[in-house]
């Protein structure tokens, strides 16, 4: 997508199915870190101690399945970050969403007022229109 889109929802009660889906599937996403988490903690943490300060140092098999684990737990987050469920700037998932295309992902309304370029003409717009 290269261009604006809005995604602007009126009705109360689709905001709020939307918002318990978004929340859900956030919830999904932060299950599944948590596990990828835990994973990683079992190979640098052992007897409660950080394995690198100890004589349990995770060997270079276990380094390789670390850097895996983190690559999947960024991987999960830049997912999140690029779909609609939630504006990665200031993480609100109650929001309605409009695309970003130099980010090339969704922001909510008032973050995409605050970053895009023609933000002076929307406000004189704005308070035109009386559009608060
Ligand atoms: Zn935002």
Partial sequence: MKNKRNIILKDINLRMMRNKLRLSIIKAFAAQRLELLNSENKIYWKNGVVASENALKPNNE???????????MEDLKLKLDASICRCPSCQSYEKDMTFYPPWGSWVCSDCYFAYHEEWEAELIQRINTKDF
């Fill in 62 to 72: 276990e380094k390789e399945k670390g850097r895996v684990l983190r690559r999947k």
